[in-house]
């Protein structure tokens, strides 16, 4: 499609008609989503996890990804977070007035792409066109919806003495690469960002050790952001090495010209994985035969004391509290 | 709360956590969103209704509602035609930088008591800040869940030759209403937005009447637009009479001086329902019985001449075809 979005796109009327069957469900046909009535009819047996998230990410497109794509990994691994099997998603559009239907179409296409490499259908939509000035190009909320496969689930509260902490990747490549796209900014090695659905690789990893303690992407706030949520809600004291944290050479060296901490910035791609120390080396060993999961290493473990928080072991051997991200290094990052 | 919202409040660290305890949790507070994991864990059964909407009305605050409360309508609503019980909400919130945090509040109590009003829990949330000027105070996408009640589901696809056409009240209310307040003109008689969560209303039909046929809200593009959609999905004509549509004298009025048909205003808190002929007065018996079916009455009936129009026969009794929401008539009216 081409031209220009215009406020009746979003009528409900005959525009909206053409848009919703040109572009939406031409990209993200099934069966469900053609009913197209008031609500989709789901034929899924509890218990469910359910996630939602609204995707405001400033630029719209950038290395590795963009805001189509990532609201569709954003949300897959929200709902992979909690041991489930994530099958639908809704997707709420608001959209600004003037929009190249171009860029729109390409966003639209990517998400449809991820949505069906993740394995999951996008099933009911909804569109808003505001007026110019009204809204920044694309806001995008998905909602997941998959079946919890392990009981209890894991969560944030089972985080145990003794656990080990284990971590997928590297930190910082999503946050950086934002950044750096919107400042024009462009490192010797290109930064891209890490933006990915994990919900395959959690699978693996529940088939391997299903008794999981915690599953948590570090997005918003970065891995020294959600170690301490974890730290709060199972109220124990999460302790890490900071050597053992993978960070890509490149985003270190961005970071220190910038000035930003890569333990705080956001990972799109990445995921904490908190389990008995007996079960470490078989999570590890799944992780580390997965593309997502190639970088995988232990960081840390659960300890009792210091409970509700982060303490760091430096590279001199120091240690000191990791706190929660304060301020904000970064908005529309997601 | 006071004060203006910052970007910070949407960095996911400190300001942020504090955001949501003090604002999210108090209002919306129950013990599936406490858990605070990155999903929300239901123990529910399907078949499920599962529906999204994302408000963006201007201005947030009008007579008779405000965008708080009518996301929780609207979703409500949309889960509801499908014969469905809503259970849950997730709601996903786009604030500009600078909000008044007592406007938000005001916002969000409206929101939680609507949501308690109607038997629904809110159990996951998303919130996000964007700078001044890349969004226009608030938006609010809330997607709702719930479990489809009878087989086979009410759907527009369903509406068959004999049915009859049943609405449960005035036509025009919710969109003349925003109208009005947004231009600053005043009518002799007040004009207030119909909005309201329907689900009671439809769970009565639906234990007098179980083999209804179709369920709609004639919300965007109104009454007319969405008999048109019904006609196009069913593949049959509706047949309706001009003069059996309810409207308010003061919205009649106010439509007469703005050149609006009410026919293509937003509705937020009706519904077209179509039934076999037998069921019909059982049908209205029982919405007339009810605060929000009041004026319920038989608009006309499905044929299978004229298949996927929508025919009116005038006060004068001649016919005329009434097609689809064509323009614009009023952006950002939900």
Do not use: W
């Amino acid at each position: 499609m081409s031209g220009r979005l215009l406020l009746d796109h979003g009528s409900g009327g005959k525009a909206s008609q053409r848009l919703v069957a040109e572009m939406f469900m031409r990209h993200f046909d099934n069966e469900i989503l053609r009913v197209m009535d008031d609500a989709a009819y789901l034929d899924i047996s509890g218990p469910l996890a359910v996630s939602t998230d609204t995707f405001t990410v400033d630029p719209i497109f950038f290395p590795g990804g963009d805001i189509g794509a990532l609201s569709v990994h954003g949300t897959v691994n929200d709902v992979s977070m909690l041991g489930a099997t994530p099958l639908f998603l809704t997707c709420g559009f608001v959209l600004e007035e003037g929009l190249d239907l171009g860029d729109l179409e390409r966003v639209v296409v990517s998400m449809g792409r991820a949505a069906r490499e993740a394995g999951v259908r996008i099933v009911a939509g909804d569109t808003k066109v505001v007026p110019r000035g009204a809204a920044d190009k694309i806001f995008i909320n998905t909602t997941g919806i998959g079946t919890v496969r392990v009981s209890p689930a894991p969560s944030g509260r089972r985080a145990a003495p003794g656990d080990a902490i284990l971590l997928t990747g590297s930190m910082g490549d999503h946050g950086l690469a934002i950044l750096s796209t919107r400042q024009g900014l462009s490192f010797e090695s290109p930064v891209v960002s890490d933006c990915a659905s994990l919900n395959f690789l959690v699978g693996k990893v529940l088939d391997a050790v299903p008794d999981v303690h915690v599953l948590r992407d570090p997005t918003r706030g970065g891995l020294a952001t959600t170690l301490n949520e974890i730290a709060g809600q199972s109220g124990v004291g999460c302790f890490i090495e900071e050597s053992r944290i993978p960070v890509d050479p490149a985003v270190a060296g961005g970071c220190a010209v910038l000035g930003l901490d890569p333990l705080y910035l956001a990972n799109e791609g990445k995921f904490i994985c908190i389990v008995p120390e007996a079960d470490a080396e078989a999570a590890l060993a799944v992780m580390r035969a997965d593309a997502l999961g190639r970088g995988a290493c232990r960081i840390g473990e659960v300890r009792a004391d210091y409970p509700g928080k982060v303490v760091m072991t430096t590279p001199l051997g120091g240690q000191r509290l990791l706190g929660m991200l304060e301020g904000e290094q970064l908005p529309r990052i997601c």
